[in-house]
């Protein structure tokens, strides 16, 4: 009987191979494949003169010295740190206010979460676009409301002025990833029992003591998602601060992804695009790590 049961196993476990194995192989091919090869890429002097030779010229880490020595780089990867904080900062907290909100149980409720997701659902270059016009110094949106309520008195250059570019992109971004906090975050607080509410009055707790004593760490899970999730999709945002300000003014915007863009594309130094996007997969790469540590230690202590 137990052969029976281990041969019967071990043929559904291979049946299960085989459903994993084509996700497996679209894997190698469209993720494996570029990576290893932008690796290889970041090694090699690769650009408009050298792109169509068979063999390219090897020069080892002189890509990665000439990159890190260029000012730019750390520029981006600044800018690149500011837009994801700002960003993760605005979207987590205004995104838990509305999943607080959505998950006291009254009749529109629903419908305004529903409404709330329209937003995460428009594409990126047509958000940007939107964006850029309404912050526009001629007859944007913004602007006009805010001369109207006697705010300002002139309009503000908000993607054109150093000054203001950042924030106006911060913004931008968050208002697309609030609905996907609030998302996540009503899912773990569905999750919370009652009882533990209910238990926490009879204690006498106020409304601020049940919140950070009973909602913050039952959501501890959906908060750890949340930020490292939100941290490694804004780190490598691209087409709305391509679209919105192509890394300007004065590489105020740059972030990593555009500069690398811009070395590849705009400047044909296809192996230094290669380094930089390396450089943003291994940050991300190590703040996975940490994520899956983090992870394991909640696991082992629950």
């Known amino acids: 009987m137990k052969s029976k049961y281990s041969s019967e196993f071990i043929r559904e476990e291979r049946k299960g191979y ?13 993720v494996g494949y570029p990576i290893i090869y932008n690796f290889i890429l970041s090694f090699r002097d690769v650009n408009v003169t050298t792109f169509s030779q068979p063999i390219k010229p090897f020069v080892g880490f002189k890509n990665y010295i000439e990159v890190f020595q260029d000012t730019t780089l750390t520029i ?23 999943a607080l909100l959505f998950n006291m149980k009254f009749k529109i409720a629903e419908p305004l979460r529903g409404l709330m ?8 270059t047509v958000t940007a676009l ?7 110094t001629s007859g944007g949106i913004i602007n006009e409301l805010l001369m109207k309520a006697h705010l300002i008195s002139a ?8 000054k203001t570019s950042m924030f106006s992109v911060i913004l931008t971004n968050s208002w697309v990833g609030i609905p996907f906090n609030m998302l996540l975050l009503t899912t773990g607080l569905s999750n919370i029992p009652y009882s533990l509410y209910e238990a926490a009055k009879v204690d006498g707790a106020n409304v601020f ?3 950070f004593k009973v909602t913050l760490p039952s959501l501890k899970p959906a908060i750890l998602s949340v930020l490292v999730l939100g941290f490694i999709y804004t780190f490598k945002v691209f087409d709305l601060v391509f679209v919105m300000t192509n ?9 990593m992804s555009t500069f690398a863009y811009k070395l590849s594309f705009t400047q044909f130094s296809f192996s230094k695009g290669a380094t930089v996007a390396n450089i943003l997969f291994a940050i991300l ?10 992870i394991k230690e909640d696991e082992v202590m629950g």
Request: charged share 5%.
């Open 18 to 30: 085989l459903f994993v194995l084509p996700a497996l192989i679209f894997m190698l091919a469209f």
């Open 76 to 98: 981006s990867i600044w800018n690149t740190l500011v837009f994801t904080l700002g960003s993760i900062s605005i979207q987590f907290i205004i995104g838990l206010g509305l």
């Open 117 to 124: 997701v329209v937003s995460y659902l428009i594409p990126m």
């Open 130 to 136: 939107l964006f850029k016009f309404m912050y526009s």
């Open 155 to 162: 309009p503000i250059g908000w993607i054109i002025d150093s």
């Open 209 to 211: 003591q049940r919140f």
């Open 247 to 255: 890394g300007g003014p004065v590489n105020s915007t740059e972030l």
């Open 285 to 294: 790469f190590c703040v996975s790590l940490g994520y899956l540590s983090l």
